[in-house]
């Protein structure tokens, strides 16, 4: 099934950036799509794009186009997303999530979540 | 990009009832629908996938139903672990999109 571990909280100022790990194992990571997903406080989810570990290739949604960039790091089996110019708008609590067995487009299994306040 | 409604924001209701919640999409997804469940301070975690198949490991009183632009997560008989809040999720077309989610909770 597989497991994700995310790095921790992070503070923010407004207009820098921020930079989230998403650690896999019990899989194979090469072989599944990792989906980003975040989720502001008391709100629900948003999709925000995918990478495929295997080679790369990046699809973000035009909400965040320019904005965000997702990589891998197949060595040590681990997925990464940064977003620059964060404002207040930006805090939230941000999922990796695996493409679903079978699937490239839902997600299972999630990552635990790292809440990133942006605040000055 | 598609919209998805969820009703009702919240629904009351006692263990042992049965749940009907709906996802209600601005245009045909086929059958290319998910359910999710998310417990406070948790990941969402998949109960339902392409309308009507139950994820792995999730128990026989999930059950989901539906096509085109209208579908049902039904519950058969509520347990105390399952209140939480829903999503749905569209994979239909790009961007993929999540319902705003019905917030089951104990009557």
């Known amino acids: 099934q597989g497991q994700l571990v995310q790095s921790g909280a992070e503070v923010k100022e407004p207009g820098v950036s921020v930079k989230v790990s998403c650690k896999a194992s019990?899989?194979?990571?090469?072989?599944?799509?990792m989906h980003w997903v975040r989720q502001a406080p008391g709100q629900g989810l948003e999709w925000m794009g995918r990478?495929?570990?295997?080679?790369?290739?990046?699809d973000y949604a035009e909400t965040f186009q320019g904005r965000v960039t997702m990589t891998r790091d197949s060595s040590i089996n681990t997925a990464f997303m940064e977003l620059r110019g964060l404002t207040s708008a930006d805090t939230a609590v941000y999922f990796c999530?695996?493409?679903?067995?079978?699937?490239?487009?839902?997600?299972?299994?999630w990552g635990q979540g790292t809440l990133v306040t942006v605040s000055s | 990009e598609i919209v998805l409604t969820q009703s009702p924001v919240t629904l009351s209701l006692s263990p042992g009832e049965r749940a009907a919640l709906a996802c209600r999409a601005s245009?045909?997804?086929?059958?290319?629908l998910a359910w999710y469940q998310q417990k406070p301070g948790q990941a969402p975690r998949l109960l339902i996938y392409?309308?009507?198949n139950r994820a792995t490991g999730i128990p026989a009183r999930f059950s989901g139903s539906g096509s085109g632009t209208d579908f049902t997560l039904t519950i058969s008989s509520l347990e105390p672990e399952d209140f939480a809040v829903y999503y749905c999720?569209?994979?239909?077309?790009?961007?993929?999109?999540f319902g705003g989610g019905t917030k089951l909770e104990i009557k």
């Open positions: 999720q569209q994979r239909r077309k790009w961007p993929l999109s």
């Open positions: 392409d309308a009507s």
């Open positions: 245009q045909s997804v086929g059958n290319y």
């Open positions: 999530a695996r493409a679903a067995a079978g699937t490239d487009q839902y997600f299972d299994p």
């Open positions: 019990g899989y194979s990571f090469t072989g599944h799509y």
């Open positions: 990478i495929n570990p295997f080679n790369g290739v990046t």
